[in-house]
């Protein structure tokens, strides 16, 4: 199999998230948007990066990326978390 | 005046220092008095830094974010009950969902909560023990908020109110039950590996994911309320799962025969208990958010397929059993309705026959397999109950000695043809429903001879009222073992077409939509 797996993340569908998921579906080009009834689930070729920055210009103040727990569902992939970054892979 | 004086600590260095630079070496107890169980199984570590948690959640930050969570779910939870939001169900068969889940999914949370208590004591690296400690919590407020939640049906619908009495002793529920205490019976490695990577990384998107989403899809804001917060958790769980199997193949390549042994075993064992969420996705959700099908490639085949493609660099194969799991997809709903169809006086929730509007459903989605094998099933039984002759079945089924579940599993390349497989172990004939349960039995018999399979107990005499008189000339066995169940006969079970859970549904709703 040559073509890449994807990494996803799935949130509860709220207006706490709605900024977040717009930040990365810009941060993710290629990103496959999939709303389901009160969730919604990004799927990603290979690399998911979450980014503190897009989501704290969305939502117009400081963002700490583990608020993401609180709306988080699901997710899959190794996990490379920072204080910047938040980053989802199959990569090593 | 931007410049920051006192910068905060980095996420890594905040987390070593609330975590790993809290622990200390013994000087006066030896580690093995310490930490007694690490050793028996195999399972060789080296080095428990290396141990990487890759959410790095500190406890400060765990108590914040899980105190919002709550926060959210009751204010919630509230506001459904304020509101009767039961009534804003799509149908009140929607709610058996919820009375199987109680009685067979909450309990195991209790239980999970026990057995992460266990490793966060039992683990020698302060991270894994960190980690399991958090899990441990975690479980304990899913099954508090899940009791929570579901208390509120139980003020209106049948079924609800022994729980877990009945979890101990009804004989579906000895499938979850058993899985349970078979993970939590064994050694701290095998628990770690059967929960957090079998169970909750392989399997358990298969349980909340779309079935939560269906809840929600079905008017249910409390299920999808304690179901998503729940998942919330399960995502850091699932992390240690990953994290865990990766420390422990890259510690000894000793390790990984060990480890295969048990990833083959609690794939089997978790996709077997996984038999009722296919049945609930396809036939108990009056309005459907995907089939087990489609949710098994999604998430087993997809994304499963994806993680083991990852793992194959430590030399980790794809469990046993996987294959016949993908092959199962469009059979496990449409055998296991069937089974708790013909059982269904002797369950503590309601059963139906799928309507023309619901086969049309599950004919668009099992192309393969329900109009050839299924639907005609189903019409017979339709047809039967037309003209008064609803179909209980009356006598026991025989059951897996590993997974308990009866034995209606089908050959996996005829669909006609029920499996059986045997095993002789001193002296005794032990019989299963597939070449995984075989497999599982013939590497640990001493454990699983000893199952108490509910059939067998009945028949022994042992699950009877106290007060139960067999010499009375109307005595009734199945009856007794009912009200041994703590089952109200008529009320609890049989078909929903006649339950007061649906006259009480349409009577209460007709009540809030007209004056």
Same mark, same amino acid.
């Given at each position: ?92 | ?231 919330? =958790? ?47 996705? =396809? ?158 039995? =013939? ?73």
């Amino acid at each position: 199999m040559t073509q890449v797996p994807n990494v996803f993340i799935a949130l509860q569908r709220n207006e706490e998230t709605r900024p977040i998921v717009d930040a990365i579906l810009a941060d993710n080009p290629g990103a496959l948007h999939d709303e389901q009834p009160a969730m919604v689930k990004i799927n990603v070729p290979g690399r998911l990066v979450v980014r503190r920055s897009t989501i704290e210009q969305e939502i117009g103040r400081e963002f700490d990326l583990q608020e993401l727990h609180v709306n988080l569902i699901t997710l899959t992939g190794h996990i490379d978390e920072s204080d910047d970054e938040f980053v989802l892979s199959w990569v090593h | 005046m931007d410049m920051k004086v006192n910068k905060k600590l980095g996420l890594k260095d905040r987390y070593n220092r609330m975590t790993r630079d809290l622990n200390w070496t013994p000087s006066y107890q030896s580690l093995k008095d310490i930490y007694p169980y690490l050793e028996y199984e195999g399972i060789k570590i080296h080095d428990w830094d290396k141990f990487e948690d890759p959410f790095r959640m500190t406890m400060d930050a765990y108590w914040k974010y899980q105190g919002e969570k709550e926060r959210k779910l009751y204010a919630i939870l509230d506001a459904f009950a304020q509101n009767n939001g039961h009534l804003g169900v799509t149908d009140a068969r929607y709610i058996n969902t919820l009375k199987l889940f109680l009685t067979g999914v909450s309990p195991l949370e209790y239980m999970s909560h026990k057995g992460f208590a266990i490793l966060g004591r039992q683990f020698q690296g302060a991270g894994p023990r960190v980690a399991c400690q958090m899990q441990s919590l975690d479980e304990i407020r899913h099954a508090q908020t899940q009791i929570h939640a579901m208390s509120n049906y139980n003020k209106y619908y049948n079924g609800f109110q022994d729980w877990q009495h009945m979890h101990h002793r009804v004989w579906y529920l000895s499938v979850p039950k058993s899985f349970f205490e078979d993970a939590v019976t064994s050694g701290p490695f095998e628990y770690i590996l059967s929960i957090s990577f079998a169970f909750e990384y392989v399997l358990t998107n298969l349980l909340f994911v779309p079935f939560i989403s269906g809840a929600a899809y079905n008017g249910d804001m409390g299920a999808m309320a304690f179901g998503f917060s729940a998942q919330s =958790d399960e995502s850091r769980h699932m992390t240690l799962g990953l994290e865990v199997i990766k420390f422990v193949l890259e510690q000894d390549p000793d390790n990984l025969p060990i480890v295969q042994k048990w990833i083959d075993k609690w794939f089997w064992r978790g996709y077997r208990v996984l038999t009722l969420v296919a049945m609930m996705m =396809d036939y108990m959700l009056p309005k459907r958010v995907m089939s087990w099908k489609e949710a098994w490639e999604i998430y087993a085949e997809e994304n499963g397929g994806a993680l083991f493609r990852d793992l194959a660099r430590y030399g980790v194969k794809v469990p046993l059993g996987w294959e016949q799991a993908c092959k199962e997809k469009d059979h496990l709903s449409h055998m296991a309705w069937n089974v708790f169809y013909n059982y269904g006086a002797a369950a503590p929730f309601h059963t139906w026959a799928p309507s023309e509007e619901d086969m049309k459903w599950l004919s668009a989605k099992y192309p393969d397999s329900f109009d050839k094998y299924y639907r005609p099933l189903w019409e017979h039984y339709a047809k039967e109950q037309k003209e008064g002759r609803r179909f209980y079945n009356k006598t026991l089924p025989m059951l897996c000695q590993t997974c308990q579940i009866p034995m209606f599993f089908t050959e996996p390349d005829d669909h006609t043809k029920i499996a059986y497989r045997e095993s002789d172990w001193r002296g005794n004939k032990f019989h299963f429903c597939s070449d995984g349960c075989k497999h599982i039995f =013939d590497n640990e018999p001493e454990k699983f001879a000893q199952s108490w399979l509910p059939v067998h107990q009945i028949y022994q005499g042992n699950c009877f009222p106290e007060d139960v008189d067999p010499s009375k000339p109307d005595f009734d066995p199945l009856m007794e073992v009912l009200r041994y169940y703590k089952m109200e006969f008529g009320r609890d079970n049989l078909d929903y077409a006649d339950s007061q859970d649906k006259k009480n549904f349409e009577a209460w709703r007709a009540q809030a939509t007209t004056n």
